[in-house]
């Protein structure tokens, strides 16, 4: 069909000036429709909120654009082959047509490039990367907004934990964005030269996903490794707490009260008194025998630490140590530890 359409025209194209020109608005106004049925398609998908099918319409009208403009080339090609140029009227309709040829190649090449853009576009689109993209802007956006929030409060440990889990959302978010562009890639080396355009900046594109991923990576490592401390009411230092504690032992023997403290220091868990003292009882008071008491102390110390393994492991530690080595009976050790804490 279009070769039959190229040669009529090209038939009318060396007929004279008029008819010429009658020929190319014919053919241009195909490349116009052509591009204006894609315009309204991808303007109707855009308003319905389909960015995919939006940007594959627009995508698709241009391949149908620049197949109706290489149609009007070729046709101006022809006509061109077939002028009769030992007259002067030849010679001005040849001149004409050149000109014509001349504008519809730079229009072609425009559309080429458009075509390029509307490609990446819609792979980018299709791929995923742009939904991704979007739920990071508002994820960030609010985990923007929370820390404001919480840092106007006075509340700063809070405000860091919203920080952390946010780095801990873009980090994998990043992670799906570098498979993807790792796909891309991969893709792009199997059915081309590695030494293109098209390679090249995608490999570009991995590599700085890459620095992104790595660059958060190393911020939630940073927080990691930052004193996050639960939030503490009534007592407002571990030196306030120690001291709460070491009060509430004057009553015991001194021997007791050294062990107790002294298993307290050295397994670390000081800091963590103020978040444990509403669980601690019941943790300790659970259980009939030895071997039970200590495995419902860690499955309640796992529960209320948030599974912080170390800390549990910590704690429980030292529940054995000062029942083992005060040689205090396990009511006895309950109601000691319970005091300072209640």
């Given at each position: 069909?279009?070769?039959?359409?190229?040669n009529?025209?090209?038939?009318?194209?060396?007929?004279?000036?008029?008819?010429?020109?009658?020929?190319?608005?014919e053919?241009?106004?195909?490349?116009?429709?052509?591009?204006?049925?894609?315009?309204?398609?991808?303007?109707?998908?855009?308003?319905?909120?389909?960015?995919?099918?939006?940007?594959k319409?627009?995508?698709?009208?241009?391949?149908?654009?620049?197949?109706?403009?290489?149609?009007?080339?070729?046709?101006?090609?022809?006509?061109?082959?077939?002028?009769?140029?030992?007259?002067?009227?030849?010679?001005?309709?040849?001149?004409?047509?050149?000109g014509?040829?001349?504008?519809?190649?730079?229009?072609?090449a425009?559309?080429?490039?458009?075509?390029?853009?509307?490609?990446?576009?819609?792979?980018?689109?299709?791929?995923?990367?742009?939904?991704?993209?979007?739920?990071?802007?508002?994820?960030?956006?609010?985990?923007?907004?929370?820390?404001?929030?919480?840092?106007?409060?006075?509340?700063?440990e809070?405000?860091?934990?919203?920080?952390?889990?946010?780095?801990?959302?873009?980090?994998?978010?990043?992670?799906?964005?570098?498979?993807?562009q790792?796909?891309?890639?991969?893709?792009?080396?199997?059915?081309?030269?590695?030494?293109?355009?098209?390679?090249?900046?995608?490999?570009?594109?991995?590599?700085?996903?890459?620095?992104?991923?790595?660059?958060t990576?190393?911020?939630?490592?940073?927080?990691?490794?930052?004193?996050?401390?639960?939030?503490?009411?009534?007592?407002?230092?571990?030196?306030?707490?120690l001291?709460?504690?070491?009060?509430?032992?004057?009553?015991?023997?001194?021997?007791?009260?050294?062990?107790?403290?002294?298993?307290?220091?050295?397994?670390?868990?000081?800091?963590?008194?103020?978040?444990?003292?509403?669980?601690?009882?019941?943790?300790?008071?659970?259980?009939?025998?030895?071997?039970?008491?200590?495995?419902?102390?860690?499955?309640?110390?796992?529960?209320?630490?948030?599974?912080?393994?170390?800390?549990?492991?910590?704690?429980?530690?030292?529940?054995?140590?000062?029942?083992?080595?005060?040689?205090?009976?396990?009511?006895?050790?309950?109601?000691?530890?319970?005091?300072?804490?209640?």
């Amino acid at each position: 069909m279009a070769k039959q359409i190229v040669n009529e025209m090209a038939t009318n194209l060396t007929l004279d000036s008029n008819s010429a020109s009658q020929a190319l608005k014919e053919l241009t106004r195909e490349v116009k429709n052509s591009s204006a049925e894609a315009k309204i398609l991808e303007s109707q998908y855009k308003s319905s909120g389909d960015a995919v099918s939006a940007s594959k319409a627009k995508y698709e009208g241009l391949q149908s654009t620049l197949e109706a403009q290489k149609t009007k080339i070729e046709a101006l090609k022809s006509g061109l082959d077939n002028v009769n140029t030992s007259t002067k009227k030849g010679q001005d309709l040849q001149q004409y047509l050149n000109g014509e040829l001349a504008k519809a190649e730079r229009q072609y090449a425009s559309y080429q490039g458009q075509l390029e853009k509307a490609t990446q576009s819609y792979k980018y689109q299709e791929s995923g990367l742009s939904s991704l993209n979007d739920e990071l802007k508002h994820s960030n956006s609010l985990t923007d907004a929370r820390v404001q929030k919480l840092e106007a409060e006075g509340r700063t440990e809070e405000a860091n934990k919203v920080k952390l889990e946010g780095l801990k959302t873009a980090q994998e978010n990043y992670t799906k964005q570098l498979e993807i562009q790792k796909a891309e890639l991969n893709k792009l080396a199997e059915t081309g030269d590695k030494n293109t355009g098209s390679y090249k900046r995608q490999e570009l594109r991995v590599e700085q996903m890459g620095a992104k991923l790595a660059s958060t990576t190393s911020d939630i490592k940073h927080f990691n490794n930052t004193d996050i401390k639960p939030e503490t009411r009534g007592l407002t230092s571990v030196k306030d707490k120690l001291n709460s504690l070491n009060d509430s032992l004057e009553g015991t023997r001194s021997h007791f009260k050294s062990i107790f403290m002294g298993n307290l220091i050295a397994n670390g868990v000081t800091n963590a008194l103020s978040s444990i003292k509403s669980h601690i009882t019941g943790v300790i008071q659970a259980g009939i025998d030895y071997d039970k008491e200590m495995q419902n102390v860690q499955v309640g110390l796992d529960n209320f630490t948030g599974g912080n393994k170390e800390l549990a492991g910590k704690l429980l530690e030292n529940i054995k140590g000062v029942k083992e080595e005060s040689g205090y009976a396990t009511d006895t050790v309950t109601l000691l530890t319970k005091k300072p804490m209640v």
